[in-house]
C-alpha cells in the first residue's frame, strides 16, 4: 500500500504531456491485457508504466484500423479499473482507479489532516486521499470501488452490497452500516443486503451489530460499485443491549413513526412466564398499547386492534397471541425483526388504518447446522437451522408448545383437572440462492389454540399461513420480488355440557394474496419503489350445529361471505438535497364485495332495523356487490437541522375494507372478521405526524419527539344492546362513527455504556363519536367520547445494567391510565322487571395499570469452540404484585352491587428460563 | 343480576385455566356515583279506557326498589289540539281523567312537567295499523327440553301487510285450592296468656282463592322476514304440568300490541338487557335510549318509553283435567310438611312465637304426641291459608266452565 501512496505522489508532479495524435493500426484476438500493452509500446515506442497486477487476466479482442491512440488505450482499458496518463515525454501511466489530474485543487495543500471529497460540481471532480495516522492506515483494509471516469460530475455514488456471516454464509440482517466522521449511515434488509449514498473519495466505513464483531474498512469510492462483508460472530457482545441497529436512522430515514425492533435486543427485558416476546417489547415503546393483559390485540396511536397488520414473512397473521394475548404467536428464536410502521406507512403497504407489524423470520444458515433451545417454566422452545445445499439453501423450523395441559392434570381440582389449555406453534422456512440475482423464500406457519373456557366447553383456534417469496434482481437497478400468501383464521367452540345446549360453533377466514413489488434505483437522487397486489377473501362467518342429538340448539349457518382487494403503488424516496429527503408514495386501494350473497337495502337516511327494510337483494356467484376504494397518499419528508438533528413530517390515508366485530376490550373467543358490504362501508383513516429527533454523541443517545393527530371515518362501533355473535343482520347492530386521536410521544434511549435503555412516555387521546338524528344510533348525545383504549398517560421504562461480560440485570416498569369502561349506575323498573341502568359509553374507567418486573441474566462462558453457548434469565414479573384489572365486573350481593376487578398477574410471578444454543 | 353472575363464572374459569394465579377482588369505584333520572312507561292504546302512565325514579343498588315520581303534571295531546289530562292516582301511577282512545291518523305527544319544575316531552306518535287477535289457543306439548305441559298460542294475520311489530303481554289468573285447609285455625290463648294456644274456627276464607300475575318478560314477534304478516302458532306462554298454577282452572288474557319500528326496537334492545347473557356472547352496555327527553336539559337522562299502540286482547280458560285427565295433580307450591312444634321448651315459648308470626295453619290435633313434640300438628301456612300467596274473591271476568 505504501508503494502505492508513493505512486500518487509521482504522479501529480508527472509532468503535462500530449501523445494524443499518434494513431495506430492493430488487431488483437484475445491477448492477455500484458501483452497488449507490450505490442502497443512496440508499434508506437512509448512507455507503458504500471503495476502487473494490476492488470490481471483481462484478455482484450478488438480491431483498431488508423485509430487514435486514446481512442485505442479507451477501448482496451474499458472493462478494467486503470485509467492512464499520457504524458508529453512518450510515456503512458497507468494508475488504478485514480485519474491523474494536472492541476491540484486551491486548497490541497491548506486541508492536509483530512480527506477531501471534491467539492467542484462543475469541473471533472479530481480525488485526492491523503494518508490519515500511520496507525488507522495499516489496521484497516482499504477497498477501492469503481473506476474513475472523466467526465464523471457527480458527488456521491452508491456503494451496495450483501453482509454474510462468515461462519453460517448466512444474510446478516440488521447491520449497521455507518460512515464514520458523518451522518450517514444505514443498515442491511432481512436478505442482508444494502444500498448507501457515499460522497466520492475515502471514507470509513464501519460495520457493527450485535453479536458480530466490528468491521472496519476505507473505501475508496470512485463510482457506482459493490462492497460485501464477510463477519464473524462475536459472542463477547452478546449480552448487550445494543439499540444501534438503527444507529442513525432515528435521525435520517424520512418515514415518521417507525420502529425495528430486533429479537436479540429484547433478550434481557423481564420475561413473563419465561417467554421472550417480542410484541411485548414494542409496547413498552411509545403509541404502542394494550387494554391491559389478557387484552387482545394491540392498539396504535389510538386506533382499534383490528386496524394493525401482522405480517409474517407476508401473509397476514390474524391472531398474533395465544392464550388471550398472554403470550405472542411468533417464535422468539425464529423471529429475525418487526418493523412497527405507525406514522407513515410506505406505499407498499395497504388495508389496515394503523399501522403494520412487518414480522421477518431469520434466513435459516446456508453452512452449518445450528440451533437454540428454551425450557421454561410454561413453554418449551426448539429452533433448528441446517443447510440444505451447502451455500446455497438453508432450512430453518422451530417449535413451541406448552406443558399446561400436564401442569392442570396433575392439580388437585377436579374442575380443573378435566380443563384443556394448550397451545403450540411451528415454523418452518426454506431458502434457496439459485445465483446472485435469484432467490426463493418459502414460509409455512401454523399455531394452535386450545383450552375450556369452562369445564364443559372447549375453544380451539388456530392461524394457518403459506409464503412463497421470489426475489429477483434485474441489473444493478432493478429489483423485484413476487410474493404468494395464504392465511387463515379459525376458531371453534365446543359446548359439552350437562344441559341440552351442546352445540359447536365455527367462524373462519381465509384470504391470499399475490403481490409484485418493484425497485428501480434510478438515479442517486430517485428510488422507486412499485407493484401491485391483489387479494381474495373467503370468510365462513358462522354456524352453530348442534352436538349431539339430544341438543335444542337450533343449527345456524351464516352464508360465507367473498371479496377482492387490490392495489397499485408507486414511490419516489427522492432527495432533493443532503438535508431535505421525501418520500412521496401512492397507492390506490380497490375493495370489491362480491356474491353469492343477500344483501338487506333499507331506507336510506333512516336507522337499518328490520322495520325499515326494503328488500334483500340476491346476487349471484362472483357478481360484485359493491365497489369501494380510492387513492391513497403516502408522503413523508425528513430535514436535517444539523448533522445529527433532523425533522420529519408525514402525511397518509389509508382504507380498510375488513373490520373485526367485537364490543369487548378484553379478548373474547367469539370476535369475528367481517367483510365491507352494501351495508357495511370500509374505515377511511388520515393521518399527520411530525417529529424532531436528535442523536447525541453519536447515538449514544437518541431522543425523539413526535407528535400525530389522526381523524377516521366509518369506524365500528355497536348500538347498545348490539349482539354480533352469529348475527345475520349485523348492520343493524353495528354504527359508523367518525374517529379522532391526537397524542405526542417521548422518547430517550441510551444505547451505549454499562447502563441503558429507554424511556418513552406518551400522552395521547382518542375519541369516537356516533350522532345520527335517531335516538337508536346516538351513543353519549352525539358527541365525541373517549374510546375503549383512550389511556392518556402512558410510561414506560426499560432499563438494563451490565455488571460484568457474563451478568447483567434489567428492569422495565409500565404505567399507564385505567381505559374506559362503561358502569352500571343504578336500576330500573320498567314492563314489571328490573333493569340495569348504565352510565354513558365509557363514562368511567378502571384503576389505572402499573408493573414492575425485573430479571437478572447470566451467560454461559464464552469460549468460542464450545459446543453450546447457554443463557440463563431469572425473572420476576409484577414485583411489586399490582392487581391490575383485566375485567372490572358487577354482582348483586344481599342486594348491593358490587364492583369486582379481576386480574391476571395478581401476584409476582418468578421465572427461570435455560437458554441454549449451538 | 343473572348476566354478571355469568360474567363472574366466565372470568373465574377463565382465570383458573390460567394456572390459578389470577385473583378476583373487590374494589371501591370511587367514580360511580348514583345517577336519579325519570323512568317513564307509558302505553297509550287504541283502547276505550282509562290509560295509565307510570313514572318514577331509578335507584341505587342498594335500595329495595324505585321511588315514584309523585305530583307531576303529565298530559297527552294530539295533532288536532285534543287534551288528556292525566292525575295522580297513587304514587307514581297517573291515570287519565276520562276514558279515551288511541285514534287511528292521529299523533301524540305526552309532556310531563315533574314537582321540580323540569319538563319532558316526546315528539309526535302515531298510532300504528290495528290488527285484531285471530286466536288464542293451549295445546298440551312436550317442549324442546322434554318438558310436558301446557302452551299457550297466539295467530294473527294482517292482510294489509303493515302492522310487521308485534308485542304479546299476558294476565294469567288460576284458581289456588289450600291443600291443608281445615275449618280451624290455632290463635295464642290470650285467656291462659303464657306459652298457651287455642284452636278457633277461621274467621276469614282461606280455602280458594285467585292470583293474577303480568308478565315480565318482553314477548315479540317480527313478520317482516315473512311472506306474509301472519303470526302463526306464536308461543306466548309454556306451563309446564309440574306447576300447581294450572291445578284448579286457569285463565289467560293475551294482549297484542302492533307496535312502531322505534318502540320494536326500543323492547327488542331492553330485552337483550335482561336475557341471560350465554357464555360466548355479550351484549355492549350503554345507556339506552328512549324517545323521551328533557326539555329543559338536553343532556339529562330521562329513561323508558312512550308508545302508541293499538291492542286486541283474548281470554282463554282450561282446566287441569282437559288435557291430563285422570291424571294426579301437578304439586302443589309447597310441599306441605307436617310438624308438631313444642308449646315451650328451655328458651321459652315456641309455638305461640310461630303462630304469632302467621307462618303455620292448624292441621289436627296431635293425638299421641312423640318426644319433642307438641299437642297439634301443624302446616305451612300457604298449605291451610291461600290468602298468603292469593286472593280469596272471584275476580270479575271468572267463569266456570
Not at chain 1, 307 to 312: A, I, K, V
Request: overall charge negative.
Amino acid at each position: 500500500m505504501r508503494k502505492l501512496f508513493s505512486l500518487f505522489s509521482l504522479l501529480f508532479f508527472a509532468a503535462v504531456g500530449n501523445a494524443q495524435e499518434e494513431r495506430i493500426t492493430v488487431s488483437f484476438t484475445d491477448i492477455p491485457l500484458e501483452q497488449v500493452i507490450s505490442d502497443i509500446e512496440e508499434i508506437t515506442g512509448l512507455q507503458f508504466y504500471y503495476v502487473e497486477e494490476w492488470l490481471g487476466r483481462t484478455t482484450i479482442t478488438a480491431d483498431f484500423n488508423d485509430t487514435a491512440l486514446d481512442e485505442v488505450l479507451d477501448t482496451i482499458f474499458k472493462d478494467t479499473l486503470i485509467n492512464y496518463f499520457l504524458s508529453d515525454d512518450g510515456s503512458v501511466i497507468l494508475t488504478r482507479n485514480n485519474i491523474i489530474i494536472d492541476q491540484l485543487p486551491e486548497e490541497y495543500f491548506g486541508k492536509s489532516d483530512e480527506e477531501i471529497t471534491g467539492p467542484f460540481e462543475d469541473e471533472v471532480n479530481p480525488l485526492f486521499v491523503q494518508e490519515e495516522s500511520a496507525e488507522e492506515l495499516m489496521a484497516i483494509e482499504t477497498v477501492r470501488i469503481g473506476r474513475q471516469t472523466r467526465n464523471n460530475r457527480r458527488r456521491n455514488f452508491t456503494l451496495s452490497g450483501i453482509a454474510l456471516n462468515s461462519e453460517t454464509g448466512k444474510p446478516i440482517p440488521e447491520l449497521a452500516i455507518i460512515v464514520k466522521g458523518t451522518n450517514l449511515g444505514t443498515t442491511t434488509d432481512a436478505d442482508g443486503r444494502y444500498s448507501i449514498e457515499l460522497p466520492a473519495g475515502m471514507n470509513i466505513i464501519e460495520a457493527r451489530s450485535l453479536g458480530i464483531s466490528t468491521n472496519r474498512k476505507r473505501v475508496i469510492i470512485y463510482n457506482n460499485g459493490t462492497l460485501d462483508f464477510d463477519l464473524e460472530e462475536s459472542f463477547t457482545q452478546l449480552d448487550e443491549v445494543v439499540v444501534s441497529g438503527e444507529t442513525d436512522r432515528n435521525v435520517a430515514a424520512a418515514v415518521t413513526g417507525v420502529t425495528v425492533l430486533e429479537v436479540e435486543k429484547i433478550k434481557t427485558i423481564p420475561l413473563v412466564l419465561g417467554e421472550r416476546d417480542i410484541l411485548k417489547a414494542a409496547v413498552t415503546l411509545p403509541g404502542i398499547t394494550t387494554a391491559g393483559e389478557g387484552a387482545q390485540g394491540y392498539n396504535v396511536r389510538g386506533g382499534r386492534v383490528d386496524q394493525n397488520l401482522f405480517l409474517l414473512d407476508k401473509g397476514v397473521l390474524y391472531n398474533p397471541t395465544h392464550f388471550f394475548g398472554i403470550f405472542s404467536a411468533l417464535n422468539p428464536f425464529t423471529t429475525g425483526d418487526v418493523s412497527i410502521y405507525k406514522g407513515g406507512i410506505p406505499a407498499e403497504y395497504g388495508g389496515r388504518l394503523s399501522s403494520v407489524f412487518d414480522i421477518n423470520t431469520k434466513d435459516a444458515t446456508i453452512e452449518k447446522l445450528s440451533g437454540e433451545v428454551s425450557i421454561g417454566p410454561v413453554t418449551g422452545n426448539v429452533m433448528l437451522e441446517a443447510p440444505i445445499v451447502k451455500g446455497k439453501s438453508g432450512l430453518l423450523v422451530g417449535g413451541r408448545a406448552t406443558y399446561s395441559d400436564w401442569i392442570l392434570r396433575t392439580l388437585d381440582e377436579p374442575e380443573l383437572q378435566n380443563s384443556q389449555a394448550s397451545f403450540y406453534d411451528v415454523i418452518g422456512k426454506y431458502n434457496h440462492a439459485f445465483n446472485e440475482n435469484n432467490e426463493l423464500k418459502a414460509t409455512g406457519y401454523y399455531s394452535k389454540d386450545a383450552f375450556s373456557v369452562t369445564s364443559d366447553s372447549l375453544f380451539r383456534y388456530s392461524n394457518r399461513i403459506l409464503t412463497l417469496e421470489w426475489d429477483h434482481k434485474f441489473n444493478e437497478k432493478n429489483t423485484a420480488v413476487i410474493s404468494l400468501a395464504n392465511s387463515e383464521y379459525q376458531f371453534n367452540i365446543e359446548f359439552d355440557g350437562q344441559t341440552d345446549t351442546n352445540f359447536d360453533l365455527g367462524y373462519k377466514i381465509n384470504e391470499t394474496e399475490l403481490k409484485l413489488k418493484m425497485k428501480y434505483l434510478h438515479s442517486e437522487a430517485h428510488t422507486f419503489d412499485y407493484g401491485v397486489a391483489a387479494k381474495y377473501y373467503s370468510v365462513e362467518p358462522g354456524s352453530i350445529v348442534p352436538l349431539d342429538a339430544g341438543s335444542i340448539v337450533t343449527p345456524v349457518d351464516i352464508p360465507p361471505e367473498q371479496a377482492l382487494e387490490a392495489g397499485i403503488f408507486i414511490s419516489d424516496s427522492f432527495k432533493v438535497s443532503d438535508k431535505f429527503l421525501i418520500d412521496a408514495g401512492l397507492r390506490y386501494a380497490f375493495y370489491a364485495a362480491l356474491g353469492e350473497a343477500e344483501q338487506r337495502i333499507y331506507e336510506p337516511n333512516l336507522p337499518k332495523n328490520p322495520g325499515t327494510l326494503l328488500e334483500v337483494r340476491q346476487f349471484g356467484n362472483n357478481e360484485v356487490i359493491e365497489t369501494y376504494g380510492g387513492p391513497e397518499a403516502r408522503v413523508s419528508a425528513r430535514y436535517f437541522l444539523a448533522d445529527d438533528t433532523s425533522i420529519k413530517a408525514s402525511f397518509n390515508n389509508t382504507y380498510q375494507f375488513i373490520h373485526l366485530l367485537t364490543n369487548n376490550t378484553t379478548a373474547s373467543p367469539t370476535d369475528t372478521w367481517k367483510l365491507s358490504d352494501l351495508n357495511i362501508k370500509p374505515q377511511q383513516g388520515y393521518q399527520v405526524s411530525l417529529g424532531v429527533y436528535k442523536n447525541i454523541n453519536g447515538n449514544d443517545y437518541e431522543i425523539s419527539l413526535e407528535s400525530y393527530y389522526k381523524r377516521s371515518e366509518n369506524i365500528l362501533d355497536y348500538k347498545v344492546g348490539a349482539q354480533l355473535l352469529l348475527n345475520e343482520t349485523l348492520e343493524t347492530e353495528v354504527l359508523q362513527g367518525d374517529g379522532r386521536s391526537y397524542g405526542i410521544e417521548f422518547l430517550l434511549k441510551k444505547n451505549a455504556g454499562r447502563l441503558n435503555g429507554w424511556l418513552g412516555y406518551t400522552y395521547s387521546r382518542s375519541f369516537i363519536r356516533l350522532d345520527s338524528e335517531f335516538p337508536e344510533e346516538r351513543i353519549n348525545n352525539g358527541e365525541y367520547f373517549p374510546s375503549n383504549f383512550d389511556k392518556p398517560h402512558d410510561l414506560s421504562v426499560v432499563a438494563n445494567y451490565k455488571f460484568t461480560k457474563r451478568f447483567s440485570a434489567s428492569a422495565n416498569f409500565v404505567y399507564q391510565t385505567g381505559r374506559p369502561v362503561t358502569y352500571p349506575i343504578g336500576s330500573f323498573n320498567f314492563n314489571n322487571s328490573e333493569f340495569v341502568f348504565y352510565s354513558d359509553r365509557n363514562a368511567f374507567r378502571i384503576p389505572d395499570f402499573y408493573r414492575l418486573d425485573v430479571s437478572f441474566n447470566m451467560e454461559g462462558n464464552h469460549k468460542i469452540k464450545k459446543f453450546a453457548h447457554s443463557f440463563w434469565n431469572f425473572s420476576i414479573y409484577n414485583v411489586l404484585g399490582r392487581n391490575n384489572p383485566f375485567s372490572v365486573f358487577f354482582v348483586t350481593e344481599n342486594g348491593e352491587i358490587k364492583a369486582y376487578q379481576s386480574s391476571i398477574f395478581a401476584i409476582p410471578i418468578p421465572t427461570i428460563t435455560y437458554n441454549f444454543r449451538f | 343480576m343473572k348476566k354478571l353472575k355469568a360474567i363472574l363464572k366466565y372470568i373465574t374459569f377463565l382465570v383458573a385455566g390460567l394456572f390459578l394465579i389470577t385473583c378476583v377482588e373487590e374494589f371501591e369505584p370511587e367514580t360511580i356515583t348514583f345517577e336519579s333520572a325519570l323512568v317513564v312507561e307509558a302505553t297509550i292504546t287504541n283502547e276505550m279506557k282509562t290509560q295509565e302512565i307510570l313514572l318514577s325514579r331509578t335507584y341505587a343498588f342498594e335500595d329495595d326498589g324505585p321511588e315514584a315520581e309523585t305530583n307531576a303534571t303529565v298530559q297527552v295531546t294530539d295533532d288536532q289540539g285534543s287534551r288528556f289530562n292525566f292525575v295522580e292516582s297513587q304514587a307514581g301511577v297517573y291515570r287519565s281523567t276520562a276514558e279515551f282512545s288511541a285514534n287511528e291518523g292521529r299523533n301524540y305527544t305526552l309532556n310531563i312537567t315533574t314537582d321540580d319544575g323540569r319538563t319532558y316531552s316526546t315528539s309526535a306518535l302515531e298510532l300504528p295499523p290495528s290488527t285484531g287477535l285471530d286466536s288464542i289457543y293451549a295445546e298440551r306439548i312436550v317442549d324442546s327440553n322434554g318438558v310436558d305441559g301446557i302452551a299457550i298460542y297466539a295467530d294473527s294475520f294482517d292482510p294489509t301487510g303493515t302492522s310487521n311489530n308485534y308485542r304479546y303481554t299476558y294476565e294469567e289468573t288460576f284458581r289456588i285450592i289450600a291443600p291443608s285447609w281445615t275449618p280451624n285455625d290455632l290463635v295464642p290463648d290470650e285467656d291462659l296468656g303464657g306459652c298457651a294456644v287455642k284452636v278457633v274456627p277461621r274467621e276469614t276464607e282461606q280455602q280458594t282463592c285467585y292470583r293474577t300475575d303480568s308478565s315480565t318478560d318482553i314477548i315479540q314477534f317480527q313478520t317482516n322476514d315473512l311472506d306474509e304478516d301472519r303470526v302463526s302458532r306464536f308461543l306466548i306462554r309454556f306451563i309446564s304440568n309440574q306447576d300447581y298454577i294450572i291445578s284448579h282452572r286457569y285463565s289467560i288474557l293475551v294482549r297484542q300490541l302492533i307496535q312502531s319500528d322505534q318502540s320494536y326496537t326500543f323492547y327488542e334492545t331492553l330485552n337483550q338487557f335482561s336475557s341471560i347473557e350465554s357464555l360466548f356472547s355479550s351484549t355492549q352496555p350503554g345507556f339506552l335510549n328512549g324517545n323521551v327527553s328533557s326539555t329543559t336539559d338536553e343532556n339529562e337522562k330521562v329513561l323508558g318509553f312512550f308508545e302508541v299502540a293499538t291492542v286486541d286482547e283474548k281470554r282463554l280458560f282450561f282446566n287441569y283435567e282437559d288435557f291430563y285427565p285422570g291424571e294426579p295433580l301437578p304439586p302443589y307450591v309447597n310441599p306441605c310438611m307436617t310438624s308438631a312444634p313444642v308449646l315451650a321448651n328451655e328458651g321459652g315459648c315456641v309455638l305461640v312465637n310461630i303462630v304469632r308470626a302467621n307462618t303455620i295453619r292448624y292441621l289436627d290435633d296431635n293425638g299421641t304426641p312423640g318426644p319433642r313434640e307438641g299437642p297439634y300438628l301443624v302446616v305451612p301456612r300457604v298449605c291451610g291459608d291461600c290468602t298468603e300467596i292469593g286472593n280469596s274473591e272471584v275476580p270479575e271476568f271468572w267463569t266456570e266452565e
